[in-house]
């Protein structure tokens, strides 16, 4: 099992370039999850699906948009990217109705300069 | 906006020693986790304490809930150099749908545990 994982691990952009993050799990999770970290700070919800089919707002959703494709996979995309979109970006999964720990991806590192 | 607040935001001591954490929060909750994060890495999931619990052990970890006070601390006994993480706390507030599994993280504390 690789858990969650994604992709890229780094990432440069110009102001106004687009760009999607992409998130997979392979744990047969119901609900996913779109968090940014940025330094000093915790982590806020940009986007989260709970369950196939379903997408909702978050805490942070301006400026980004979110596709579930299916089960497995959950991505992020910045249309028209901005210097304040510089941060770290989580993507987690949690087993639906299990309990609510989630289980977090390794991190995309985003650069708009 | 941060549901919760870490205190203190940095801490530094000697392996074998005590390490203590405490998060304050603002709403009522269903449950309070605690989270884990090495550098550069993403999070993991540490302990869960329910909101009619009070106090939840697992291994070197100890975890006490005042839902009173709606604050939560974390200790870490023995401390070694690989504990050396940010941790943070979160909450599933109560009135989210159990559904949803919506975290809200507090900003979190840095420890170093210096060998």
């Known amino acids: 099992n690789a858990g969650v994982t994604q992709t890229p691990k780094f990432q440069v952009l110009k102001t106004g370039q687009s760009m999607t993050l992409q998130c997979a799990q392979d744990?047969?999770?119901?609900?996913m999850y779109w968090y940014r970290q940025d330094p000093g700070m915790g982590l806020r919800l940009i986007y989260y699906?709970?369950?196939?089919?379903?997408?909702d707002k978050g805490e942070v959703p301006n400026g980004y948009n979110v596709s579930r494709l299916n089960k497995r996979e959950f991505s992020l995309r910045l249309e028209s990217a901005a210097p304040s979109q510089t941060s770290v970006y989580f993507c987690?999964?949690?087993?639906?109705?299990?309990?609510?720990?989630?289980?977090f991806g390794p991190g995309t590192r985003l650069t708009v300069l | 906006s941060q549901q919760g607040e870490e205190d203190p935001q940095a801490l530094s001591i000697q392996e074998g020693e005590n390490a203590t954490m405490n998060c304050s929060y603002k709403?009522?909750?269903?449950?309070l986790q605690w989270y884990r994060q090495n550098s550069g890495r993403g999070l993991v999931h540490l302990i869960l304490?329910?909101?009619?619990?009070r106090e939840k052990h697992s291994g070197r970890l100890r975890v006490t809930l005042d839902t009173s006070k709606k604050s939560s601390s974390l200790l870490i006994t023995a401390s070694r150099a690989a504990d050396t993480a940010s941790y943070f706390c979160?909450?599933?507030?109560?009135?989210?749908?159990?559904?949803?599994?919506?975290?809200?993280f507090g900003q979190g504390t840095t420890l170093q545990v210096k060998p």
């Open positions: 699906s709970a369950s196939e089919g379903t997408t």
């Open positions: 709403t009522s909750i269903n449950n």
């Open positions: 987690a999964s949690r087993l639906f109705r299990d309990s609510d720990t989630q289980y």
């Open positions: 744990m047969n999770h119901n609900s």
């Open positions: 304490i329910r909101s009619n619990e």
């Open positions: 979160a909450t599933v507030p109560r009135e989210s749908s159990s559904n949803t599994g919506k975290l809200i």
